[in-house]
T-cell receptor, first 108, second 113 residues
Framework: RKEVEQDPGPFNVPEGATVAFNCTYS??????FFWYRQDCRKEPKLLMS???SGNEDGRFTAQLNRASQYISLLIRDSKLSDSATYLC?????????FGPGTRLSVLP | DAGVIQSPRHEVTEMGQEVTLRCKPI?????LFWYRQTMMRGLELLIY????????DSGMPEDRFSAKMPNASFSTLKIQPSEPRDSAVYFC???????????FGSGTRLTVV
């Protein structure tokens, strides 16, 4: 089993739609989790951290399910500017291992 | 803050040549990471430093790869000799020790022909 798995997509959704991504991780000792956003030919940028209780930042909601070892990202009222690849990153010891990313295309 | 600064942005070199990638982390960040990204393998950690000391280089693919961090504000990743399969985007990232999340540089797009 790979350390971090994500559905590569692409997810093609219309503007205004709600879309959710999941990410599964294999290391049960992981304590910190993040979502990054990467635009085409750009560097990954930190989007949000993921807490056990779930956390929300505007249109974005991240949740963690430790029992099933997955994290999720929900985007509400999607915008054209949300089109990007979304990478999840659980920690492995002192480092973070990045998933392969899920590509999102928001269509007009 | 200027962020993490990498140079060059693009590098095209011939197989067998030496390549040196450079990184300046954010001032005050104690940890520095070198990643490589390809379509096939995604984002892979090559090596990371804490307080200028290499902690884990298990991701360095071969002896042809080496990294140094002579001081808190500068790091290099060297490939000698380079091969076509080294073609990738190389990212440097930094973070404050114990903090959460990394800040990535803009990357160096390396093409070895």
């Amino acid at each position: 089993r790979k350390e971090v798995e994500q559905d590569p997509g692409p997810f093609n959704v219309p503007e205004g739609a709600t879309v959710a991504f999941n990410c599964t991780y294999s290391n049960s000792a992981s304590q910190s989790f993040f979502w990054y956003r990467q635009d085409c030919r750009k560097e990954p940028k930190l989007l949000m951290s993921v807490y056990s209780s779930g956390n929300e930042d505007g249109r974005f909601t991240a949740q963690l399910n430790r029992a099933s070892q997955y994290i999720s990202l929900l985007i509400r009222d999607s915008k054209l500017s949300d089109s990007a690849t979304y990478l999840c990153a659980p920690n492995y010891g002192q480092n973070f291992v990045f998933g392969p990313g899920t590509r999102l295309s928001v269509l007009p | 803050d200027a962020g993490v600064i990498q140079s060059p942005r693009h590098e095209v070199t011939e197989m067998g040549q030496e390549v040196t990638l450079r990184c300046k982390p954010i001032s005050g960040h104690n940890s520095l990471f070198w990643y490589r990204q390809t379509m096939m393998r995604g984002l892979e950690l090559l090596i990371y430093f804490n307080n200028n000391v290499p902690i884990d280089d298990s991701g360095m693919p071969e002896d042809r790869f080496s990294a140094k961090m002579p001081n808190a504000s500068f790091s290099t990743l060297k490939i000698q000799p380079s091969e076509p399969r080294d073609s990738a985007v190389y990212f440097c990232a930094s973070s404050p020790q114990g903090a959460l999340g990394y800040t990535f540089g803009s990357g160096t797009r390396l093409t070895v022909v």
